[in-house]
């Protein structure tokens, strides 16, 4: 990026809604490794205090750039966040999105896989890198820190892709 480009805007989903969720950690530390980058001006957007709809598409309509921060729920992706994807409609055509999942035993892959069906119906790009935890509790220290090594190095390819599908993708953005 350039000194005269201006920031990539990039809204950091937190996809789960449930009391006691773990997601706001996650998404902490990936949205803390995002602010590092001079290129991105990050916006995290918590589901639980946007609402499903109208607020959601709302922060989501100025985004360049979206990760979904997503736990696994049964095999897939929590309900809410189906609802909040499907009211936000046209606010993703052309934006690149991330995932940072996390879960149990799956850390959070195959909601990942439902995902991407959903959201190549509304015209947004699914990146091949992802950021995933499995035993999403015990895979962070007290202070949010992952305890694995890779996971810095993880969130930086996926970064590094984000910038670079966003400019691409510009041109089809509205
Ligand atoms: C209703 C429910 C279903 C779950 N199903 C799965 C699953 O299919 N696979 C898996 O790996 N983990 C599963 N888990 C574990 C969650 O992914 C894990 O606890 C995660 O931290 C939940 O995210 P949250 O705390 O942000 O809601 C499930 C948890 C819940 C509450």
Redesign the pocket.
Known sequence: MSDTEPPIRLAVVVG?V?D????PVVAAWFAARARRRPAFAVDVVDLAETGLDAGFAARLEVADAVVVVT?????SYPGPLKTAIDAAGGAWRGKPVGFVA???????L?AVEHLRCVLAELHAVGLRDTVSF?G??GAFDVSGEPREAGADAAATVLLDALASWSQRLQAVRP
């Open positions: 789960s449930r006691g969720r773990f997601g736990p696994e729920y049964n095999h996390y879960g149990g035993l799956s850390g959070g195959r499995h999403a509790a």
